[in-house]
């Protein structure tokens, strides 16, 4: 069975000695009270519930999986999940970010997000249930009325009903404009909606005591295609004036899909037979909402990876210390045991390296969009805001790709480091592979967060956002640029966005001549971009760590920071080398395949 | 459900246009009747056998596992797993390339090499069960008595019994000297046995009349270590001088593990206990007959990953034309349907053909390899015979981790071209990628491998065996260099093979001073080794092609082998680039991490 221990030593050095984020978010006035001492204690608890109520559920959710009773369509989910989410609630963690206005605590999204990494790391099938809420709290807090703020936001914010995003239908994933599902206007201005839905997480079950499906749908006589797509609230049980359960609506689970990973999620079909709904936002603009809901589970999903590359680390470190097995290559170590500890091994340092460079690079950056986006919706100058909003909209599908991506590398190198026991279930490593394998499929698979990178977040304004995250890595290179010590960092950093700018110009020039050439190079850009990303924040890490070494400072937390930096530039940032020159050699090789594909 | 089409043509490619197996295998007397016609006539009906009898098991297989009595010790395979083996051995399939002496058909090893690609393609976990008798086969025809021989082989060889390794203990996988099974002698020269296997693949089952099990345990004051291992033969049932089962040996089913993948198959937890056992070879010196049936292993699970390979990629294709989402890039191209077919976007071809042309160049090496296995063995030269033998040797620790690594990149990748529907089992995609990897862990891990390539088999000899297979490189770059249309082949890989040879140099000088240079740079090292024989197949495959379309041959096939080649050239090999960067970074930030890793 898995342990964890919570990273909160890493979360603090993130938070108050790289970003400073309270000073950050000083300017927010909402955010005055919110100190160093405060967040670090709610964290600290955070850590215990998530490592000693959640994580004991993860094995044996994984086990049982949800059940549905195919006459009363209820979901059942596995033993001790209800009892943990009443918890959950009682203990006020779903409202930790809220806004005070619906009941919130008020506390920066930075919190939330790292109590969610925790989560995460505790048992990402439970940890979908409340987190999809966040999601649809924020579509309708940002596009909802205010009776329907009203309504729904407040048992929302305290965790008492939970919510979901019900967009994909069986033909139509990635491809929205071919939605189906219809709404019919009805004379009291709600809508009657009918259609099915798939691949619903959390779409069904007995942890909450309502449901509140975010539905896109069309309405009648409604323009082809995506801009004919609307957004509704469809409750599971309507709610009356009063705010008390009415009537159980036309929306139920239909089936649960058998799947990889995530066993302990119900992954609903949906059939939506006549549901009553209203709706959020304008006619036919359903994808603003939607967005609202899509961005923050692209953030969320990355925060899921994260969660899984820590935890597989530290119990393939734990591993890797324990089982003796063959000698060092350069000289027993253990003398006085038949054999050495394989973490003695330079690959199987290298396999766990990995997965810590990866989760700490990756925190780094979770961490960083967070306050990004705190200060997009809440900062009072207008100019931070706004530049705040653009490199976050950069940011999101790096975090949504290249976190996930680096979690299936790391949870299967992490699996790899227990030979066979790592592929038997006792052990739990093969369920962190498994569980992560969703992770870069679902809210727009990872092909499609490079076209959104590429193509939208970069060529779409000819570079200009990718040119105000260089001037950052810009800025740290004229500050270190000539600190001898922070050359192994500065040095393969400032090579690579020099190299960068030609690329993306390149890139642009190609595509603009044949659109399948940014196609072809996306996914690879992307990876690009998110050592660029890593790159800097490890700089960032690694120039704190010096500094506080070359201060006398002897806590051997920064020593450890600093060779985790110098893995990452040695071993896992030379990656740029191949990519750059795979996405180079352009689309023809992959369109001129008719034959090879026939 | 998966579907699965031999891939005949391109075995016949393979053999006929591009290795000319039947001329190889001419000088070898046994083999002078094996023509063309023969060989492709018998996988002709062994794709069927695959596809018609095998393939409808594997998804069912992995749904309901293997049972284990644990009164009686019996275990139960997937329903129809028993009735598909008594067809497989009436069918004759046992004995395609066995001994004729004791009952084989006599056909070179390349006929059950591919027979085996297409069981592995059609279900990994069935076809162990036949698959592990080889190995065991293997070492009792290279190193048992003849008594022993006359007992054992003509049921394993008509396949009446199976056989399996017993070689992992709890506290022992990789390093097999912490061993601890004891074997007694007795006074009629025969040995009883004592101890506990774990890992025992195909170990119990209800497919065969006997199963053969070679254990590997300590005889009474063996020396420590490895030196003191004997391996010894262990039947289920005892075998009476008239052939006839006997009494039931006790060696039984334990347990068996719950696992990632390759349901199907029995893993089981072997008790021995006081079983009665014959030795196999000389004292001490099991690990001679081991390493018959582990080389024999670790060729047959780089085929396994070969068989996932290929099946992976034709679901993903047929899926890729089917399923319709999103337009093209460069513009519509299904005019009469509301979507494109998803193969028109490009990261979707690339997703394809890496796995297309992981398949089709392992498909290459695989079948070299089993043509080297015969030459080694029967060639009347013995100067062939022992090139043949060190080449052989060079290439297996590449052909079971590149191929598996390959493997584990191709079915995640072709899973992920099904978006959200890969992940769910119905589809059958996310079965290869589990099923697959297991393969970078049994028979030496990959990390165990590329220790075996780069420091036994390279630096062992000093380079010699590299040099002999780098002049079949130098051979074909002379032939080729002038050729322009060979350019785009040849330049990338007569280039590596130059770097290969200073890389491995400065590899041994750095290893020379600190043997963990080497454990840090084999892993990049072993994926390196794998493009350059890669590249030097695709070359080959490539030249072929470009000669039959010169003459005027119009088969598609030709085409497609070209733009699989370009494909590769462009977008796989250049992986190489960042490889040997990494492996150059040395060992240093490896090891000095003890801060990081506490």
Not at 190 to 219: C, P, Q, W
Not at 405 to 414: E, F, K, L, P, V
Not at 447 to 473: E, H, M, P, W
Request: proline share 4%; net charge negative.
């Amino acid at each position: 069975m898995p342990q964890y221990s919570p990273p909160l030593r890493d979360m603090q050095f993130v938070m108050h000695e790289v970003l400073k984020v309270t000073d950050e978010l000083k300017p927010i006035a909402k955010y005055a009270d919110a100190d160093v001492d405060t967040i670090n204690a709610i964290l600290e608890e955070g850590g215990k519930f998530a490592s000693e109520v959640i994580l004991p559920l993860n094995v044996s959710g994984d086990e049982e999986g949800c059940k549905l009773d195919p006459v009363t369509h209820a979901v059942t989910t596995p033993k001790g999940f209800k009892e943990a989410y009443k918890k959950y609630v009682e203990g006020g963690w779903p409202a930790l970010s809220g806004d005070p206005e619906f009941g919130g605590q008020g506390l920066p999204l930075v919190v939330n997000q790292c109590f969610y990494e925790m989560l995460n790391s505790a048992n990402q099938a439970w940890t979908m249930y409340p987190g999809l809420t966040h999601g649809a709290h924020a579509a309708l807090h940002s596009h909802g009325t205010d009776e329907q703020k009203k309504t729904y936001l407040h048992k929302m914010t305290s965790g008492e009903w939970t919510g979901t995003m019900c967009l994909t239908e069986p033909h139509c994933g990635t491809d929205l404009g071919l939605m189906r599902t219809k709404a019919e206007p009805q004379p009291d201005g709600s809508y009657k909606i009918t259609g099915n839905k798939i691949f619903i997480s959390a779409g069904e079950h007995d942890m909450a005591g309502n449901i509140i499906h975010l539905v896109l749908a069309r309405v009648t006589d409604a323009p082809a295609g995506i801009k004919g797509v609307s957004l509704f609230i469809v409750p599971k049980f309507l709610v009356n004036a009063d705010g008390t359960l009415g009537e159980r609506n036309g929306i139920y689970c239909g089936g649960l899909e058998h799947k990889m990973g995530i066993h302990g999620n119900a992954t609903a079909q949906i059939v939506i037979d006549g549901a009553i709904g209203t709706m959020v936002g304008q006619p036919n603009k359903g994808m603003q909402g939607m967005f609202v809901m899509m961005n923050a589970a692209r953030l969320g999903v990355g925060n899921q990876s994260l969660g899984l590359t820590e935890v597989a680390y530290q119990n393939a470190l734990a591993y890797a210390k324990d089982r003796i097995q063959m000698r060092s290559l350069s000289g027993p170590k253990a003398k006085d045991k038949p054999a050495d500890p394989i973490i003695v091994h330079p690959d199987v340092r290298k396999m766990l390296l990995t997965a810590k460079a990866y989760a700490e690079g990756g925190r780094a950056l979770a961490i960083y969009c967070t306050v990004l986006l705190d200060k997009e919706h809440y900062h009072p100058d207008e100019k931070v805001r706004k530049d705040s909003g653009e490199i976050l909209s950069l940011l999101t599908p790096i975090v949504k790709a290249f976190l996930t991506d680096n979690g299936h590398i790391s949870t299967n190198a992490c699996m790899q480091v227990f030979g066979g026991h790592g592929f038997i279930k006792e052990w739990g490593m093969e369920q962190f592979v498994r569980d992560n394998r969703i992770n870069m499929i679902y809210e727009g698979t990872n092909t499609i967060q490079s076209l959104d990178l590429l193509a939208r977040k970069v060529l779409g304004n000819n570079g200009a956002t990718l040119k105000k995250f260089g001037k950052l890595i810009g800025a740290l290179v004229a500050e270190e640029g000539v600190n001898e010590k922070m050359a192994e960092f500065i040095n393969p950093l400032a090579y690579l966005a020099d190299q960068m700018t030609k690329f993306t110009t390149e890139l642009g020039f190609k595509g603009f001549q044949n659109a399948d050439e940014v196609g072809a190079a996306a996914v690879d850009y992307l990876r690009v971009a998110g050592h660029l990303v890593f790159g800097y924040f490890w700089a960032r890490m690694a120039q704190v760590a010096l500094q506080e070494i070359a201060a006398g400072n002897t806590d051997s937390f920064y020593l450890a920071k600093l060779q985790t930096a110098r893995f990452y530039f040695a071993k896992l940032f030379p990656e740029t080398a191949t990519l750059m020159r795979t996405a180079r050699s352009g689309s023809k090789v992959l369109m001129d395949t008719d034959a090879a594909l026939a």
